[in-house]
């Protein structure tokens, strides 16, 4: 054994070796319980033969009586038997009896002295077997059969015994089974001797050998798993170490996962009581990663974060703790340190992400925004403190991203603020206090092309909520499928008599992700029996990212229903012409930042002028919103583009306003 080797290493090696004793053990107890089971077997089989050969007997004596009876009452019996006609009671009584006994020797005699006892005797030093003829008005006469050597071997030929002997006394040859033949006072007239039954023949000699090679080799593969146990426990022990490595590290990085990472956290808090020091919990997750994933797939994300997680364990110290929580967040946990050292270190993580990852599929950038809490009060709960650095992790997030952010106590007082506004927006899908507006969208010759309806939410207590807070809100805490039902059923409700004027509904990416998205729209088609046809669907370009089977799916079932797609925000994205094309996408939106910064720049005109010759030569309808000025409208009408939404067209207006103006539109 390996010098090396702990106590417990060599404790598991010692736990091996015993099997193959073990093993060697359970041969020779089955060699035992096999030569047992045999044994009973064999004994078994000797009685079972014993039992059926002497009821066998009984049964042919009571035949071979019936079968008197019956010769006996045959037309002619009584008057030949009378007359004595030796001859016909030879042809027609003793031939038909030794045919049955198979005894050579079959007399008819009168029933008296010796000759008139039914049943088995001992006569004139042979045994006979008397069977009684019994007839009215002659007689009384025994039908007389000696037991001799054909009616031995009749009987016993039934039975498969063509080696049977009988004797009337004298030594019986061994290992023979016999069947004592008694007369009716209970007295051994003869012994009926056949060879004994021998299951355990066929083995006999081959079992020996057979166990004997069986030992050998099992002798053999115990001596070699002997020699091997020190491997088998090695390769034991290092599954083991990988098994507990694996509960405590992340897979994909190998870096430290959650339960280490709070392992650590509690040990670090520990010191801190001990020692009053401080320490930081910064939490990392990364911008525009789901964008990575989307665009290059899950094996570019799954490089990147190996990247991130390689990058942040060289930037940090050796005391310091780097975590992979899952997804794209991290962990760090800076032991004794105060604010001036967690800023220092978030920022040189920042700074770190500024040089681009070099991936197989590409190079990209991404950024990272940090949450970060300082933990002074050793007190505190790990999964507390890890609360605090998401808290601040969240205002990163909410403040622009790529940014670090200090948690502060009054973080507590904004989420639950979120969670109030959470709530209500439950109840306000419940109760149906949420409401619809419709902007129109008019081409250049002053009459309107479609309506995009859009959600508003006017809270009692907060006012009016826009859309960009509980939209996001809805997608944040799983209400966003809610939403999306309560807007189709609105708007089919609202829009069911405008005729043939277009709608537009806005359908996020999380929606065409559901595998009951198409389910929930066409049962509300079918219950406000609206046109599918009437109906566009608008969708950002961050919906037709990557290859997602089930919005690609829900894409073309929207289209075979008639439906026709909007792509709402272009130019902000990634999306591809082959996405363009793929999706069949019927009309692009020019994203409202293009069009305000026309008065800006003539950057902003070459773009807007490259999107709307784009769109020509896909031969798609193109809309310019968020118009808001008479110069914006010439400056894209000089690009070509004719369809304008805006509030230079309309505020949006409620339902009921626009009801007598399309009711039976039919331009």
Same mark, same amino acid.
């Given at each position: 054994?390996?010098?090396?080797?702990?106590?417990?290493?060599?404790?598991?090696?010692?736990?091996?070796?015993?099997?193959?004793?073990?093993?060697?053990?359970?041969?020779?107890?089955?060699?035992?319980?096999?030569?047992?089971?045999? %044994?009973?077997?064999?004994?078994?089989?000797?009685?079972?033969?014993? =039992?059926?050969? *002497?009821?066998?007997?009984?049964?042919?004596?009571?035949?071979?009586?019936?079968?008197?009876?019956?010769?006996?009452?045959?037309?002619?019996?009584?008057?030949?038997?009378?007359?004595?006609?030796?001859?016909?009671?030879?042809?027609?009584?003793?031939?038909?009896?030794?045919?049955?006994?198979?005894?050579?020797?079959?007399?008819?005699?009168?029933?008296?002295?010796?000759?008139?006892?039914?049943?088995?005797?001992?006569?004139?030093?042979?045994?006979?077997?008397?069977?009684?003829?019994?007839?009215?008005?002659?007689?009384?006469?025994?039908?007389?059969?000696?037991?001799?050597?054909?009616?031995?071997?009749? +009987?016993?030929?039934?039975?498969?015994?063509?080696?049977?002997?009988?004797?009337?006394?004298?030594?019986?040859?061994?290992?023979?089974?016999?069947?004592?033949?008694?007369?009716?006072?209970?007295?051994?007239?003869?012994?009926?001797?056949?060879?004994?039954?021998?299951?355990?023949?066929?083995?006999?000699?081959?079992?020996?050998?057979?166990?004997?090679?069986?030992?050998?080799?099992?002798?053999?593969?115990?001596? +070699?798993?002997?020699? &091997?146990?020190?491997?088998?426990?090695?390769?034991?022990?290092?599954?083991?170490?990988?098994?507990?490595?694996?509960?405590?590290?992340?897979?994909?990085?190998?870096?430290?996962?959650?339960?280490?990472?709070?392992?650590?956290?509690?040990?670090?808090?520990?010191? %801190?009581?001990?020692?009053?020091?401080?320490?930081?919990?910064?939490?990392?997750?990364?911008?525009?990663?789901?964008?990575?994933?989307?665009?290059?797939?899950?094996?570019?994300?799954?490089?990147?974060? @190996?990247?991130?997680?390689?990058?942040?364990?060289?930037?940090?110290?050796?005391?310091?703790?780097?975590?992979?929580?899952?997804?794209?967040? /991290?962990?760090?946990?800076?032991?004794?340190?105060?604010?001036?050292? #967690?800023?220092?270190?978030?920022?040189?993580?920042?700074?770190?992400?500024?040089?681009?990852?070099?991936?197989?599929?590409?190079?990209?950038?991404?950024?990272?925004?940090?949450?970060?809490?300082?933990?002074?009060?050793?007190?505190?709960?790990?999964?507390?403190?890890?609360? @605090?650095?998401?808290?601040?992790?969240?205002?990163?997030? $909410?403040?622009?991203?790529?940014?670090?952010?200090?948690?502060?106590?009054?973080?507590?007082? *904004?989420?639950?603020? &979120?969670?109030?506004?959470?709530? =209500?927006?439950?109840?306000?899908?419940?109760?149906?206090?949420?409401?619809?507006?419709?902007?129109?969208?008019?081409?250049?010759?002053?009459?309107?092309?479609?309506?995009?309806?859009?959600?508003?939410?006017?809270?009692?207590?907060?006012?009016?909520?826009?859309?960009?807070?509980?939209?996001?809100?809805?997608?944040?805490?799983?209400?966003?499928? =809610?939403?999306?039902?309560?807007?189709?059923?609105?708007?089919? @409700?609202?829009?069911?008599?405008?005729?043939?004027?277009?709608?537009?509904?806005?359908?996020?990416?999380?929606?065409?992700?559901?595998?009951? /998205?198409?389910?929930?729209?066409?049962?509300?088609?079918?219950? !406000?029996?609206?046109?599918?046809?009437?109906?566009?669907?608008?969708?950002?370009?961050?919906?037709?990212?990557?290859?997602?089977?089930?919005?690609?799916?829900?894409?073309?079932?929207?289209?075979?229903?008639?439906?026709?797609?909007?792509?709402?925000? +272009?130019?902000?994205?990634?999306?591809?012409?082959?996405?363009?094309?793929?999706?069949?996408?019927?009309?692009?939106?020019?994203?409202?930042? !293009?069009?305000?910064?026309?008065?800006?720049?003539?950057?902003? $005109?070459?773009?807007?002028?490259?999107?709307?010759?784009?769109?020509?030569?896909?031969?798609?309808?193109?809309? #310019?919103?968020?118009?808001?000025?008479?110069? @914006?409208?010439?400056?894209?009408?000089?690009?070509?583009?004719?369809?304008?939404?805006?509030?230079?067209?309309?505020?949006?207006?409620? *339902?009921?306003?626009?009801?007598?103006?399309?009711?039976?539109?039919?331009?």
């Amino acid at each position: 054994m390996d010098s090396k080797s702990s106590p417990q290493d060599a404790q598991r090696k010692g736990l091996l070796r015993p099997i193959s004793g073990l093993l060697v053990g359970t041969l020779l107890l089955l060699a035992i319980a096999a030569q047992v089971t045999l %044994s009973k077997i064999n004994l078994s089989a000797h009685r079972f033969s014993e =039992d059926i050969i *002497a009821r066998s007997w009984d049964h042919d004596v009571e035949i071979w009586q019936e079968t008197v009876r019956a010769l006996a009452h045959q037309e002619q019996a009584r008057a030949r038997l009378a007359a004595n006609d030796t001859r016909w009671i030879d042809e027609a009584i003793l031939a038909p009896m030794r045919a049955v006994t198979g005894s050579r020797s079959v007399r008819l005699v009168p029933a008296r002295g010796e000759d008139g006892m039914a049943g088995l005797w001992v006569i004139e030093g042979q045994a006979k077997l008397n069977l009684p003829l019994v007839l009215s008005g002659v007689g009384p006469y025994m039908i007389q059969a000696t037991l001799d050597e054909g009616m031995v071997t009749s +009987f016993s030929a039934q039975h498969g015994q063509n080696a049977a002997i009988l004797q009337l006394g004298g030594k019986l040859p061994p290992n023979h089974m016999v069947l004592p033949l008694r007369n009716p006072k209970g007295g051994a007239v003869a012994v009926l001797a056949w060879p004994a039954l021998d299951p355990y023949s066929a083995v006999r000699f081959d079992l020996p050998i057979a166990l004997l090679a069986l030992f050998g080799l099992l002798a053999a593969a115990a001596w +070699f798993f002997m020699r &091997r146990s020190n491997t088998i426990a090695s390769d034991l022990i290092a599954s083991e170490a990988r098994a507990r490595h694996l509960a405590f590290h992340d897979t994909l990085t190998g870096l430290p996962n959650r339960a280490m990472m709070f392992d650590r956290l509690g040990q670090s808090l520990a010191m %801190s009581r001990r020692y009053a020091g401080e320490m930081a919990v910064h939490c990392l997750d990364l911008d525009r990663f789901k964008e990575v994933n989307d665009t290059l797939g899950h094996h570019a994300g799954d490089e990147l974060i @190996q990247q991130v997680g390689r990058r942040l364990s060289e930037l940090c110290r050796d005391s310091d703790t780097v975590a992979r929580l899952g997804g794209d967040e /991290f962990v760090i946990l800076q032991p004794e340190a105060d604010g001036t050292g #967690a800023s220092h270190l978030a920022q040189r993580v920042l700074k770190l992400f500024e040089t681009p990852f070099e991936l197989e599929a590409g190079v990209v950038e991404v950024g990272v925004s940090i949450g970060v809490t300082l933990v002074s009060n050793p007190e505190i709960e790990p999964a507390e403190a890890l609360r @605090q650095a998401d808290l601040a992790l969240y205002g990163s997030k $909410e403040n622009g991203r790529n940014r670090v952010t200090f948690f502060e106590p009054d973080m507590d007082a *904004a989420l639950r603020m &979120r969670r109030n506004l959470e709530s =209500d927006l439950r109840k306000a899908l419940a109760d149906g206090s949420l409401t619809m507006v419709y902007q129109p969208q008019m081409n250049g010759r002053g009459s309107i092309d479609a309506m995009e309806a859009l959600v508003r939410w006017n809270h009692p207590e907060r006012g009016s909520i826009a859309p960009s807070i509980f939209v996001p809100l809805c997608e944040e805490s799983g209400l966003i499928l =809610d939403l999306g039902e309560f807007v189709f059923r609105r708007v089919f @409700q609202e829009t069911a008599g405008w005729g043939d004027i277009r709608v537009a509904i806005n359908v996020s990416a999380l929606q065409l992700r559901s595998p009951m /998205f198409m389910a929930t729209l066409t049962r509300l088609v079918a219950e !406000f029996r609206v046109n599918p046809e009437r109906y566009e669907i608008e969708i950002t370009e961050t919906a037709l990212l990557g290859d997602d089977g089930i919005t690609r799916d829900n894409i073309t079932m929207l289209k075979q229903e008639g439906f026709s797609i909007a792509l709402d925000d +272009f130019g902000t994205g990634y999306s591809s012409l082959n996405s363009l094309k793929r999706f069949s996408v019927d009309k692009i939106k020019i994203d409202r930042s !293009f069009v305000h910064n026309l008065e800006a720049n003539d950057e902003a $005109e070459g773009l807007v002028d490259a999107i709307v010759k784009l769109g020509r030569a896909l031969k798609l309808d193109v809309v #310019a919103e968020g118009v808001e000025t008479e110069h @914006q409208r010439e400056r894209l009408a000089a690009c070509g583009c004719n369809t304008f939404q805006g509030f230079l067209v309309s505020r949006p207006v409620p *339902a009921e306003e626009l009801d007598g103006l399309f009711s039976g539109h039919n331009p």
